[in-house]
C-alpha cells in the first residue's frame, strides 16, 4: 500500500533558487493539503486543494504556490526560496471531509535553503 | 481562531507506567474532531487515537485512551503499559482546520 508519497525526501536549495516538491495518493481522497513544520511549532497549513482543480490558502501560504491539476497529485512550488522556508513538509490527504476521520501523511520532505 | 495548546514540552516515562499527555484548545464549534498523533524518529505522522466532541464516551485505542472534558477544552493522552517503541512526538490537533499543537517529545526509559 504506497498511501501518500513525497518526493524529494530531502533537498538542499540556494536561496533564490525555485523548486517543485511532489505529492501524490493512490486512496482516491478528494483532499490533500500541505504542511510545514517547524521545532516549537508543530505543523502549520501551508495550502489546501477540496478537489481536483482547486486550491486554498491555509495558515502561512506566502512564497508558496500550489497546483492539483490530477486528483492524485497536489504539487508545492517555492518560486524564490528563502532561508526562512527550512523546514520539514509534510503532505496529507484525507476522504471524508477536512478531518473527519483524520489525515493520512507523507513521510516528509527535508529542505534546507542556504 | 482555533487553538491548540501542548504545555509539556518534553515528558518521560519508566517503561511499563503510564503517562499522561495534556492538551488543552479553544473553539467556537460545537461539533469537532480531535486527534492525537505520534510521530516516531522515522518522521511519518501516525495517527493514534480519534475523539468526536459530541460523544461524551472518552476513546480508547489498546494502550492509548482520552481524557475528553468538553467543558473545560481538555484532551489528554494516557498511554498505559509504556513501551520502548511509545517514544516519539506526539500532537495533539483539533478538527475541521487541524490545528496542531506544539508537541511534546516522550522518552521511555527501559
Known amino acids: 500500500n504506497a498511501g501518500v508519497t513525497q518526493t524529494p525526501k530531502f533537498r538542499v536549495l540556494k536561496t533564490g533558487q525555485s523548486m517543485t516538491l511532489l505529492c501524490a495518493q493512490d486512496?482516491?481522497?478528494?483532499?490533500m493539503y500541505w504542511y510545514r513544520q517547524d521545532p516549537g511549532m508543530g505543523l502549520r497549513l501551508i495550502h489546501y486543494s477540496v478537489g481536483e482543480g482547486t486550491t486554498a490558502k491555509g495558515e502561512v501560504p506566502d512564497g508558496y504556490n500550489v497546483s492539483r491539476l490530477k486528483k492524485q497529485n497536489f504539487l508545492l512550488g517555492l518560486e524564490s526560496a528563502a532561508p526562512s522556508q527550512t523546514s520539514v513538509y509534510f503532505c496529507?490527504?484525507?476522504?471524508?471531509?477536512?478531518?473527519?476521520?483524520?489525515?493520512?501523511f507523507g513521510s516528509g520532505t527535508r529542505l534546507t535553503v542556504v | 481562531a482555533q487553538t491548540v495548546t501542548q504545555s509539556q514540552p518534553e515528558m518521560s516515562v519508566q517503561e511499563a507506567e503510564t503517562v499522561t499527555l495534556s492538551c488543552t484548545y479553544d473553539t467556537s464549534e460545537s461539533d469537532y474532531y480531535l486527534f492525537w498523533y505520534k510521530q516516531p524518529p522515522s518522521r511519518q505522522m501516525i495517527l493514534v487515537i480519534r475523539q468526536e466532541a459530541y460523544k461524551q464516551q472518552n476513546a480508547t485505542e489498546n494502550r492509548f485512551s482520552v481524557n475528553f472534558q468538553k467543558a473545560a477544552k481538555s484532551f489528554s493522552l494516557k498511554i498505559s503499559d509504556s513501551q520502548l517503541g511509545d517514544a516519539a512526538m506526539y500532537f495533539c490537533?483539533?478538527?475541521?482546520?487541524?490545528?496542531f499543537g506544539a508537541g511534546t517529545r516522550l522518552t521511555v526509559k527501559p
Open positions: 490537533a483539533l478538527g475541521d482546520d487541524m490545528r
Open positions: 486512496m482516491n481522497h478528494e483532499y
Open positions: 496529507a490527504s484525507s476522504y471524508l471531509g477536512r478531518s473527519n476521520y483524520g489525515y493520512t
